[in-house]
């Protein structure tokens, strides 16, 4: 079950490799097993990256095309999918249905289900729990955060390619007594799943000139009130990056980058 | 700079494909860059993975032999070697000495530079910023830690082999005034390089015999009162693995451990 799934990136891009006298010295050390924290998982339609100490993801990637986004297209029917447990995540680190159970806490999609409508099977897999955060429900999965999601749904209706993606993030606050800076979050169930403090949500749009525009939202997990603005959310993206612990559409050639958070660059 | 390293565990044990379907789909959907949580870093005398969220280890790998340990081939001298920031580590998620300099907390190696003083080189390796972690200083790093280290080294000295697994862990506590469980760690520095809440080293033991012994301990990161036992910090590994988010010493066969923590088996 430890097996390193994420070693398979390197089908997709070559990498470094350390000297063959620390691999070899390396294969000696590590004899009994070698663990790996995050887990790679490929759905049909989607990519993401689960993180097996908060059981969640680390983060979704997307691809929307217009053609995929196509109302007239839907073929499926949200209330044919139902909520999966992912049995290839090993039980010590799977998320389960029992600890969303009177948590308090929505079943919140990364990945949203309304992205892939043009498929029965392919929404059903936006249902695996890796896919899943506990999220508010009023006021935030069941309000602004689907608004984003239907934000993201028209750019991607007039874009040739859109890459989204989705996290969730455990910001350090303040504390008012001691002045010192703490990570504090709540976790449910008996398989300790990790309320996340804020969710972001990075668009990455290329127009019909092959050009590139970028917007990267934060919304805090909780209760926003009704009719506020999405573009009160837009932030930096390295601080997303820094916070999250890895870089974001870091390929992208940065002379097709014109805009960024809506300002021209 | 988001090259994952972690790919290349699969030069040392072949892992499970997806099929051509779903990694050529994947190559579409992550065509702007491949972020890695996660990272793999190889030294000559020891494994460890990164976490580049925390600013801390996952786990730190060290296998010892009596010859490593033997006093009368000690080649090293600890006032030597400095502390040094690894610069193979993105800026985003490096941690420094400024962030620990009026922490209040130690600068605590995770593989521990007294079992590498056999060479000054792989000595100083230990002293990378990737392999310490924030410890409270007085009764933990300089105490019991400390301890904890030199028993280790007493266990080195007398057995074929000794596999040494060590890690940071954040663990959830009930909130006496709500009654739900949250993870609260401090994060220190301009890097918000995580506190953790408590540290683990596991021991994997093989004797002259090939039979294996497994010990395995949590404490917390706090002052502990002198003269406590290390034996009360004994804990089921399956505690660490699931708090910790992977598996330990998985590859072992099963047949020839013959001790947990104390008691035969
Ligand atoms: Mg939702
Ligand atoms: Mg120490």
Chains 1, 2 share one sequence.
Not at 48 to 60: I, K, Q
Not at 105 to 120: K, P, T, V, W
Not at 246 to 259: A, C, G, I
């Amino acid at each position: 079950p430890s097996t390193p799934l994420s070693s398979r990136t390197d089908l997709l891009f070559p990498s470094q490799t350390p000297g063959n006298n620390k691999l070899q010295r390396a294969s000696e050390i590590m004899r009994h097993g070698y663990p790996s924290s995050d887990q790679l998982k490929h759905y049909d339609n989607y990519v993401l990256m689960y993180d097996r100490r908060n059981r969640n993801a680390y983060w979704v990637f997307e691809h929307l095309t217009p053609a995929q986004l196509d109302r007239d297209k839907k073929q499926s029917d949200r209330t044919k999918s139902v909520f999966l447990e992912d049995a290839s995540v090993h039980p010590y680190f799977r998320s389960t249905n029992g600890d969303y159970k009177n948590s308090g806490y929505d079943r919140g999609h990364l990945a949203a289900a309304g992205n892939h409508r043009h498929s029965q099977e392919y929404m059903n897999q936006t249902f695996h729990l890796t896919n899943i955060s506990p999220q508010v429900g009023k006021g935030f999965n069941r309000d602004i955060w689907n608004d984003l999601e239907k934000y993201v749904r028209s750019v991607g209706r007039k874009s040739r390619n859109l890459y989204v993606c989705t996290g969730p993030l455990y910001l350090p606050r303040k504390d008012p007594y001691d002045g010192k800076q703490y990570v504090k979050y709540e976790v449910i169930g008996k398989n300790n799943v990790a309320v996340p403090t804020h969710f972001f949500k990075v668009l990455l749009i290329e127009d019909n000139q092959g050009e590139f525009e970028l917007q990267s939202f934060v919304l805090p997990n909780q209760e926003i009130p009704n009719g506020t603005k999405l573009r009160n959310f837009l932030v930096p993206i390295d601080s997303i990056e820094r916070a999250a612990g890895f870089l974001l559409f870091d390929r992208l050639p940065k002379e097709k980058l014109r805009s960024i958070n809506g300002k021209k660059i």
